[in-house]
């Protein structure tokens, strides 16, 4: 079966991305490549930071590869954290509790808790560049509740349930969430 790298070792986005592409490609990680760099994510837009992370493993690896960039848009928040959603609170790279916590007090007294999380892949096959998108409609919960997934999971509510994708299993999550979307269109370039 034919490989490729997902340019990640987020353990929950690898699962994710198995589940969808199991049968068609193996999806190799950056451990199992040895590739142990910081890779810059300095793009101001989604899609920019997804090809800047499969450029770079794919110039550097000499292998196909595939990366993700997630934000998450809330409305009363202007769009906020958007592009800046791993890093939102300040000097707490990558702490999804930190995150959570600050998002929360930005939205406290505010009637409009829409939001959406959307991602953006990028497929770097044989020189070629593509990116494919998903989106996930819903809301910021008043707390956060469950135990499942990561980043903001906890305090994301998907229109039309009453869990948080925190309270989901991975494939309830899948099914309908903004990666498993992308997933499933990047399955059909494959
Ligand atoms: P990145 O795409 O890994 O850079 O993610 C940006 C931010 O969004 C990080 O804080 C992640 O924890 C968070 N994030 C990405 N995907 C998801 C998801 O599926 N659920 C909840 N949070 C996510």
């Given at each position: ?25 193996e ?71 930190a ?9 406290a ?77 990047l399955?059909?370039?494959?």
């Amino acid at each position: 079966m034919k490989s490729i790298v997902f340019a990640t070792n987020n353990a929950h986005k690898l699962a994710e991305a198995r589940a969808i592409l199991e049968g068609k490609v193996e999806v190799r990680s950056l451990n199992d490549i040895d590739c142990h760099d910081d890779i810059p994510e300095t793009a101001p837009t989604l899609e920019g930071n997804a090809l800047m992370k499969a450029r770079w493993v794919s110039e550097r690896y000499g292998v196909d590869c595939f990366a993700d960039d997630t934000g998450l848009e809330v409305d009363a928040l202007g769009g906020e954290p958007g592009v800046r959603s791993a890093r939102y609170a300040p000097g707490a790279g990558h702490d999804s509790a930190a995150n959570m916590k600050l998002l929360l007090e930005n939205l406290a007294g505010k009637d409009d808790r829409t939001a959406r999380f959307r991602t953006v892949v990028a497929l770097i096959t044989d020189g070629k560049e593509l990116t494919v998108d998903g989106k996930c409609e819903g809301r910021i919960t008043e707390s956060p509740s469950g135990a499942s997934g990561f980043g903001y999971d906890p305090i994301f509510q998907p229109a039309g349930e009453n869990r948080t994708f925190a309270e989901m299993s991975d494939a309830e999550k899948n099914a309908i969430s903004h990666r498993g979307e992308a997933m499933r269109r990047l399955a059909e370039l494959l």
